[in-house]
């Protein structure tokens, strides 16, 4: 098991403005939205290389609310109508899909200080803007106590100290409230380091997670390795690598370089994924009483 590194504020700004850096290329490349999501999707079905670009784009965004469906799947019951928990909520997609499919009241919390308005402004698009609340917040300092029906964590939680913060996960969670968590875990120790380095987070097996969790208070409901599904939604994110090199000649050389990075990263990411290294699953804890 590894031992978790103390949070710094340093650390915690150097996330924000990772992500604040990246706004528009996320935008670009999984955009225009109002529904805009930055996280693996579940593919059942990879078409060959070669499909032109308009159709990979919909099929990565099919993708990534499939494993929003998937997720609220794993729940069983999800509080349909009830008050939702986003942490981490990127460009708000999966607030505005809990809002939408789900008639939730969602609370959508971003510690990039500009999404905090796009978000809103997606929602009124989305026509879900009295339902969605963003809030630029730390996900260790969500104000209340017993406030939400569930809490929804789409890779985020590998960004966070996962003792403390499922001991504040329990606090706001109503008794009977779900902890539902997509993430991607640890397999093999030595892929720790080049992951954390790549993508900002602190990666974690899923048995570190569960001890963890147990300790605060929260008990496994679900435990779902869908890491073969996320296999194929790699492949379509290279497919549009390779469009975007092909659309955009006379880049500088910063970004080519940037994006011959993200090409090695993401098929070391599938690689492992494949063989054992890597483990994308889901997550379903529930605090009893």
């Given amino acids: 098991m590894r031992v978790e590194p103390p949070r710094s504020e340093a650390r915690h700004d150097a996330v924000a403005a990772y992500y604040e850096e990246k706004t528009e290329r996320i935008l670009r490349r999984y955009g225009p939205g109002p529904r805009v999501h930055f996280h693996v999707g579940l593919v059942d079905d990879v078409p060959p290389p070669g499909e032109p670009e308009p159709l990979v784009r919909e099929r990565v965004h099919a993708s990534q609310e499939a494993l929003l469906a998937e997720l609220a799947r794993a729940v069983g019951r999800f509080p349909d109508g009830g008050d939702v928990l986003d942490v981490g909520c990127g460009l708000g997609g999966g607030a505005l899909y809990w809002a939408s499919a789900h008639r939730a009241w969602v609370t959508a919390v971003t510690n990039v200080p500009s999404h905090v308005e796009l978000v809103r402004t997606f929602a009124e698009i989305e026509g879900v803007g ?36 499922f001991r504040r996960v329990r606090a706001l969670l109503r008794p009977g409230g779900v902890l539902a968590i997509a993430d991607c875990f640890l397999g093999r120790p030595e892929l720790a380091a080049p992951f954390d380095r790549y993508w900002r987070t602190r990666i974690g097996a899923v048995d570190e997670y569960l001890s963890a969790a147990h300790a605060a208070g929260l008990e496994l409901e679900v435990r779902d390795d869908v890491s073969g599904r996320a296999v194929g939604f790699w492949s379509l994110t290279l497919e549009l690598l390779a469009h975007e090199r092909y659309s955009t000649p006379g880049q500088p050389p910063s970004r080519v370089l940037a994006r011959s990075e993200s090409r090695r990263e993401h098929l070391r990411l599938q690689q492992a994924l494949m063989d054992g290294g890597l483990e994308y699953g889901l997550l379903v804890l529930r605090r009893e009483d």
Avoid at 146 to 164: G, H, I, K, T, W
């Fill in 130 to 165: 009295a339902r969605v609340k963003p809030m630029h917040c730390d996900a260790l300092a969500v104000p209340g106590r017993a406030c939400f029906d569930a809490v929804v964590a789409v890779e985020s939680s590998s960004y966070l100290p996962r003792a403390e913060w």
